[in-house]
């Protein structure tokens, strides 16, 4: 039967099986009934009609593409026989006499060479299978490359079986044309991307046959980062199958091919092909529509080899040494003597191995994306990143070159702009600034945070030079969005760095960010760092980066928390966490002689009880969270820098960035929002490659948290034995704690855990849990929320929910 006919019949077979039960849909009984998913008859017959449609779809798809290539093949075996009889061709039997192994290679590697043509592949051209075990193995191991070049050219012999394995190359989908084709043109860039995608396919087929689970389908983003900013390395590793020799050139390729073919050759212009001349979509192989291919299979072929890439060539391998220097000293690059010798005062000798990878990175004025664990030195590493003297300058060095040429202007424009999350941070980083800049005079260094005044950042910005500002988010955008003529100062930015850069681009920041890179000029450099840098941030960090930044990872494949911290957590419900954090405390201060313990709450007001709590049993403790005046804050954060023995009771604010030198240990009170946060709050401790201990305490139902962490050295420790005197004790100084500070901490933890997927999503568990904790901190009643709050939550008609009258 003529093939078109077959075609034809085909989809309407298949069309008539459709509308066949479409009508049968249609005349279905009704009647309630519960359909999987909770879907109505309705929506269980739109989703049914839905899918009828799309294998129909694909199916008449495929059926065309066959019926194409059927036509092709009949074309060139017209024009490949050009004197066969009209009933030869008629009888659709497109010239299959018998090839031999030679000639079968040539017609195969003639066809798909030509450009354009990459997809020309069709049944005709071999049987397609699944590879099986044997064929895989045989493949991998096959130690004589055939040189395809040369066997078109015919200069090779060949061997049966390397015929077979060419054909199985090809039919297995792992060697497709168009691969075979990007080898034919090796010069050609899209090409090399094509190699690079065969050996992932190959590598593909090893992955299945080692391992037969795992589907971290999320790798995506980064392994397409990498298939973009690796494709030359790539190319220039040979795939396993070598079908080229390395040294052959394109040039020759090509003429191999046109000069040495036969006359018989099925090499044809478009014009030839007419609208068959190129596949417009590809063929799925017919096998895919029943038995979808498993994509997380390529995902971790392509996270295989991304990691070993990454270990081999980007990353700096922190190795077995747990040091966090490098062995190399600041005085080894052409810095100007005075940043030396400030350097040498602050007693930075060496640096750090961030410190080094970073100022290598920024030698030709490369973005940066730089990921290093917490307390190893970021701060110098962005303030000191280009010690060369060189073409593009960043940070201080940049300064140094700026302030020289725009010394007669006016107000000389703001060269470096770093942007961190809080406001203890980014006083930090300028007092680090003005120790590295002691001995430069005339270089300003302004802070911008909410808190003060904005009349007064106004005048400093107006009156004193401000070539560094370092900033937090909202602040900057007042200033920005304030006319004051402060955004057309930015306009000569050169370095703009995010400091804590995953918590920055986060969503409770992202929409400033957009709007302040918005208004700063494109041509600057950008250098974002991190100790935690989630995929999802990776991927949204292309807002701030250049396509072509480089990416500094010197955590490695390991934990990204210290070794030397040990890390724990303790399981106990949440009436005993007040009493719990207490017998800690005790135990580690009668232990510690130097002991400087930070305790993590989760909200500002379970901070601001907790603080009154151990305040009111005479414990030395200090509090900071954002209900706290600014000026307390910076005298609070001050205090605890310098304190030999104190307990900081804070919130998230002290969580990222913030260098209290030798604290001993780290609790967290309740589950943290996420696996960044509970890395940043340990990170506190374990600084400079010193030791430190952390403990986290949650209660059963957040036990889930676990999960999250599971590849962190995190053991369980037992709850400690709780003295009831003690407990009475508690219960005693609880009493006197101001009851709108309780009322607080309610409405604060009924906020935090709402807002917490795992445990938000059953408000009747979590408004009954609420009242377990308003219990605990002695509340005889549940505190009532505002009409408008509680509707806010979706906790308004709730079974123990008290509105405000
Ligand atoms: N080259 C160096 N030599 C000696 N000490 C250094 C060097 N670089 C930085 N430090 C010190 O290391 C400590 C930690 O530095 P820093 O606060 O910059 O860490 P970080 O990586 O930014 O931490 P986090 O991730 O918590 O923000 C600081 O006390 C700093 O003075």
Same mark, same amino acid.
């Given at each position: ?8 019949? /085909?989809?309407? #077979?298949? %069309?008539?099986?459709?509308? &066949? +039960?479409?009508?049968? @849909? !249609?005349?279905?009984?009704? *009647? ?100 099986? /075990?044997?064929? #895989?193995? %045989?493949?991998?191991?096959? &130690? +004589?490359?055939?040189? @395809? !070049?040369?066997?078109?050219? *015919? ?651």
């Amino acid at each position: 039967m003529n093939s078109s006919v077959i075609f034809l019949e /085909r989809s309407r #077979i298949f %069309r008539y099986n459709v509308l &066949h +039960n479409l009508t049968f @849909l !249609r005349h279905m009984g009704g *009647g309630p009934r519960t359909f999987p998913g909770g879907l109505n008859k309705w929506q269980w017959k739109r989703l049914h009609e839905k899918q009828a449609r799309e294998k129909e779809k694909r199916l008449l798809d495929q059926e065309k593409q066959l019926y194409q290539a059927r036509v092709r093949s009949e074309i060139r075996s017209k024009l490949a026989n050009p004197n066969s009889s009209q009933h030869e061709q008629d009888t659709n039997s497109p010239n299959y006499k018998p090839l031999s192994p030679k000639e079968h290679i040539k017609v195969l590697a003639d066809r798909f060479m030509k450009e354009g043509a990459e997809d020309l592949w069709n049944e005709a051209d071999g049987p397609i299978h699944s590879p099986s /075990r044997q064929d #895989i193995a %045989r493949i991998e191991s096959t &130690h +004589n490359p055939i040189n @395809l !070049r040369r066997l078109v050219s *015919g200069q090779n012999q060949i061997t049966s079986n390397q015929l077979s394995e060419v054909s199985s190359a090809f039919s297995y989908n792992q060697l497709k044309p168009r691969h075979y084709s990007a080898f034919l043109h090796p010069g050609n860039q899209y090409g090399l991307l094509k190699a690079r995608h065969y050996s992932v396919r190959t590598s593909r087929f090893t992955y299945r046959k080692s391992n037969s689970s795992s589907s971290e389908d999320d790798d995506t983003d980064e392994d397409e980062a990498f298939l973009m900013t690796k494709r030359k390395d790539v190319a220039l590793k040979a795939p396993r199958l070598s079908l080229i020799g390395a040294s052959d050139g394109e040039d020759t390729i090509n003429d191999d091919v046109k000069g040495k073919g036969n006359g018989k050759k099925m090499m044809m212009s478009s014009a030839a092909l007419g609208k068959y001349d190129i596949k417009k979509t590809k063929r799925i192989p017919l096998k895919f529509l029943e038995e979808e291919d498993d994509p997380s299979l390529h995902v971790q072929a392509i996270r295989n080899e991304f990691n070993k890439r990454r270990m081999a060539e980007k990353d700096i391998a922190v190795g077995d040494d747990d040091s966090i220097l490098s062995p190399k000293r600041f005085d080894e690059y052409n810095a100007s003597p005075l940043t030396i010798k400030a350097l040498n005062l602050a007693g930075y000798v060496q640096m750090t191995k961030v410190q080094d990878a970073t100022i290598s990175a920024c030698l030709e004025g490369q973005d940066a994306l730089v990921k290093a664990k917490t307390g190893t030195g970021k701060s110098a590493a962005f303030l000191l990143p280009n010690l060369i003297k060189h073409k593009q300058l960043p940070a201080i060095e940049t300064v140094l070159k700026a302030s020289t040429t725009d010394a007669k202007k006016r107000v000389p424009p703001t060269c470096v702009l770093i942007l961190c999350p809080t406001r203890e941070l980014a006083s930090q980083i300028a007092a680090e600034a003005n120790v590295l800049l002691k001995y430069h005079e005339g270089i300003g260094v302004q802070t911008l945070v909410g808190g003060t005044r904005f009349k007064v950042d106004q005048k400093r910005l107006e009156t004193e030079p401000c070539h560094i500002v370092i900033a937090t988010p909202g602040r900057l955008l007042d200033h920005i969005e304030n006319k004051s003529g402060f955004s057309s100062r930015l306009m000569g930015l050169k370095l703009l760095i995010l400091d804590e850069a995953d918590h920055l681009l986060d969503l409770g920041f992202r929409k400033d960010m957009e709007k302040i890179v918005d208004c700063l000029p494109r041509q600057r450099q950008s250098l974002l760092f991190s100790a935690t840098l989630p995929k999802e941030v990776r991927r949204v960090s292309q807002l701030v980066l250049k396509r072509d930044h480089a990416y500094i990872n010197t955590v490695g494949l390991g934990p990204e928390t210290h070794d030397k911290v040990n890390q724990s957590y303790i399981i106990a419900p949440h009436e005993q966490h007040f009493q719990i954090v207490h017998h800690l405390l005790k135990d580690h201060i009668a232990q510690t002689p130097s002991y400087k313990v930070i305790v993590f709450c989760t909200t500002a007001m379970m901070t601001s009880l907790m603080f009154s709590l151990f305040r009111e049993m005479k414990m030395n403790v200090r509090e900071i969270h954002s209900r706290k005046p600014q000026l307390y804050r910076t005298r609070v954060s001050e205090e605890f820098k310098e304190a030999k023995q104190l307990v900081l009771i804070t919130s998230d604010v002290s969580a990222r960035g913030m260098n209290y030198p030798d604290v001993s240990l780290v609790i967290q009170v309740g589950v943290p929002v996420d696996r960044e946060q509970y890395i940043n709050r340990l990170g506190r401790t374990g600084r400079e490659g010193k030791g430190g201990e952390g403990i986290m305490l949650l209660a059963p139902w957040e036990e889930y948290f676990l999960e999250e962490i599971k590849d962190l050295p995190v053991h369980k420790s037992s709850s400690p034995h709780l003295d009831p005197d003690m407990k009475l004790k508690i219960d005693k100084s609880m009493e006197k704690v101001d009851p709108s500070v309780k009322e607080a901490a309610y409405h604060a933890w009924l906020g935090y855990y709402n807002s917490i997927r795992e445990i938000g999503r059953d408000k009747t568990t979590l408004v009954e849990l609420g009242k377990g904790f308003s219990e605990s901190i002695g509340l005889e009643k549940v505190p009532a929320l505002f009409r408008k709050t509680a509707l806010k939550m979706g906790l308004k008609d709730i079974q123990g929910i008290r509105i405000r009258k």
